[in-house]
């Protein structure tokens, strides 16, 4: 049977993932597919802790839709920001932009 | 009238303050309206006090009002306000009035051409007002304000002419040098309101003998005493005053010689049931007031301005006045102040014409022969001096004598011999005065007026009074004076003729000394001034008393201050010097953390949230636990 604590898990596993790719991947496209996987794995504690919780409420599938709403719009923002940068720099390497430092 | 009159005494030092009021917003623009209100409702004033008097004075020992009304209260604190009509303060009453009445109607000729005419009558009926309200105060807070403002108005009166240095310098140094006085009289009335819970005369006079703590006792009869000390120009806190003399002379005559100087007189006479029961601060009346009279009186020796002769001298009369009350003698004390006032507003007045007349001269070896030119000031100028030196019959002769008389009678020989030495110097020096200055033989008097009538009217009734006052208290008239105005705790010992006779004698002798150097020239005034050069310098410096203080000031004003500065500069300063600079020096290290690599950023970020899954964990577990 598989319990509350699967799917638990396999969100930390999917969010781990996410960071591991957010901290190590120098590609900015990557970094975002990263942070799609953080939200993913999001959504599936919400759905998750929704059904196992509060049967009856749809509390968690409305926060999920709301994330995916959100994650939508995130990747347009992220993507046109990359794109203009990539435009400016002929680069899409995240160790190449660090001109806003000391 | 009278019983109109007693209950409303409080219209005695109103109408004067009325009119203040009056010229200050509406009349100065008519000066000589000013002047004959302001002379018209101090007059009034003066009827209204002999209607007091005659009351108070209608019963034998002397009857005593009070009239008293709630002022404030709050909780643990009462203050009352009202009137306290008695003897001692319808003696008071009557030298103010009249003396404030004659000097105004002398300023209309002394002040005829001053721009500040109406402004001069506007301060003289405040300080009318002031003083009679001090005078009839019931209790020490409400005399407290008076005391203040007679003290705003003598400022306000030095400074008349502020146009000039000295006398915006004088005023400013009177104001400054009462305060340090007032300090301590505030202090000594906030220490009788604690210790007995009431400030009215009479409530205090009840209380204070059966207070036994002599310990607490003794520092606020000193403290008290500091007032006096300072308004009365005491040594050390003598310095004001001859620098006061800056002044209008009629304002000398009458703030800075007759009235408001002799307050702090009248205040220890008024209190005397508190120094009277601490006898460690009557010795200290008694010797700062012997002291005074003394140094003050040697100061006036080699001094040529003719008000600051006649200024020492009121320091040293003064100083004898509170001699007088240290040793017990208080009914002496309040005589001497009364004839004082008399005489010595008399002399001030009369120099005031004689330097009327030589167009702002005040320098004695600079007049001479005024005599001849102006023979009704030169007349009671001398009858003034006579009164001052205490040649009887006039009335300087019956108050000092009794002062004297009540320094040996309780047993100050010291004292006495210092106040008969004292009496020697003042006929000498005021003599000096007269034969240098109206009888010299200097030229530049020659061209001298007498004075107009309604300068020299005052001058012969003041002399006139100068004359016959002293005869209250005479035996002629059984001590009337001290029938009226005495303590259970002061003397007044019999009269003796051999006290009498030797005042006498020596003030004759001071005459026929002055006589002999300045009229005869038997001994050269000029070889005496080239033996004794050092002491002639000592005196004519005034034993340097200013400059010792402005020293003083430097010293501790100017090392305070440097103290200061080095506390700023190395304590506060430093401190907030290192503050800056532990901030800029971790800004200038943690910068480095902000390398742009927003990876980095990211990874603090998921440091920092772990620490605290990490920490929410462990205090979970802990609580589990």
Known sequence: MIGLPHYLLLGSFLFCIGVFGVLTRRNAIAVLMSIELMLNAVNINLVAANKFAAADAVTGQLLAVFVIVVAAAEIAVGLALIISIFRQRKSVELNDFNLLKW | MTEFILPNAWLIPFLPFLGFALIALFLHRWPKVSAGVSIALIAAGFIFSLFVASAVFSEPGGAVYEFTTRWLEMSGLKVDMGLLLDPLSAVMLLVVTSIATLVQIYSIGYMKEDPGFASYFAYQSLFAASMLGLVLSNNFGQMFVFWELVGICSYFLIGFWFGLPSAKNAAIKAFVTNRVGDFGFLLGILFLQIIFGTLTFSGLAEAVPAYTNMALMVPVAVLLFLGPMGKSAQFPLH?????????????????????????????????????SSVPEAMTVIAVIGGFTALFAATIALAQNDIKRILAYSTLSQLGYMMMAMGVGAMTAGMFHLTTHAFFKSLLFLGAGSVIHAMAGEQDIWKMGNLSKKMPVTTWTFIIGALALAGIPPLSGFWSKDEILLGAYASGHYGLYILGAFVAFLTAFYMFRLIFVAFFGSNKEGEHAHESPGVMTVPLIILAVAAVFVGFVNSPFMHHLFGEFISHPMGIQPHPSSMIMISSSLIAVAGIVLAWLIYQKEVISHLALRERFKGIHQLLQNKYYMDEFYARMGQIFVYGAAQLMFWFDIHVINAFVDLVARFTGKSGDTLKYTEDGQVQNYALYMVAGALILVVVATMAAVSVIA
């Open chain 2, 239 to 275: 310095v004001w005053l001859p620098d006061a003399m800056e002044g209008p002379t009629p304002v000398s005559a009458l703030i800075h010689a007759a009235t408001m100087v002799a307050a702090g007189v009248y205040l220890v006479a008024r209190a005397f049931f508190i120094f």
